[in-house]
């Protein structure tokens, strides 16, 4: 049985690495992982060149420009990759009859909602990165509408790379007291979770023929295009997140709660980023992971 090829942009990001340990799981899917540096999301003859060659049926693009301070005063770089260089994969896409999925952010939000954030509420970003994971998403849903899904996710860890979790990890380590943010609420998402739904979502619909309806007595899902929210199941503080790491660690370090107005950035983060998951839930029957028995599992792969 011929397999189904799966591109993975920004393969030596977090999620890109977690897609390729549990690649191995999945025999029918050929994996194909490019980097920036084997291939630029941001070179629309490059992303022409390789999709007319090697035609994947998927794209998961994991690439962004994710330094959210720097962004600030490098906006051209951050809607170059965020923005642009997502609609040259999107438009790929749709010549070659691929599905894509993209990951966004809760940032597109201005993070002042009280309740659970959903696909359709009205999005408002309140910094550059933000903004350009916003127009990347106009991009992706102007140029291939019928075969683009759309991931927003929030407080992304995992083994690898720089993230909240191995910050803290470090910092615990290296003082006697830390202070973290008590203010801003959402929930984390484990990578390796985030990974496991898209290949669930992958291989739950038809793997072939892509933007062709099932027959009635199909037993895959329809690949159902559109915006989705994923995060892990709960509702903390980075304080609370933070109190959490220590205990798993073992660490005497002081935590000590501190509101935003107190640890000023250049870019302004959202105070709500609690992402309502409901929709992709029940459209491709994920089961998603409480964020705590996910920050055990990733603290343990670290140590």
Known sequence: MEKTKILVTGANGQLGRELQILAPAFPELDFLF????????????AIN?????????????????TAVDKAESERDSAFLINADAVGYLATACRNTGARLIHISTDYVFDGNSATPLKEDDATDPINVYGASKLEGERQAIQYHPDGTLIIRTAWVYSEFGNNFVRTMIRLMKERPSINVVSDQVGSPTYAADLAAAILHI????????????????ATKLP??????????EGRISWYEF???????????????PIPTTQYPTPAKRPHFSLLDKSLIRATYGLVIPEWQPSLVSCIEKIR
């Open 34 to 45: 490019f980097d920036r540096a084997s291939l630029s999301i941001a070179d629309p003859d």
């Open 49 to 65: 060149t390789f999709f007319a060659r090697e035609r994947p049926a998927y794209c998961i693009n994991c690439a962004a420009y």
């Open 202 to 217: 992958i291989t739950a619909t038809t793997p072939s023929t892509p933007l062709t309806p099932l027959p009635p007595a």
């Open 223 to 232: 690949f159902t295009p559109g915006l989705y929210h994923y995060s892990n």
């Open 242 to 256: 933070a109190l959490a790491i220590r205990e798993l660690i073992g660490s005497t370090c002081d935590v000590h």
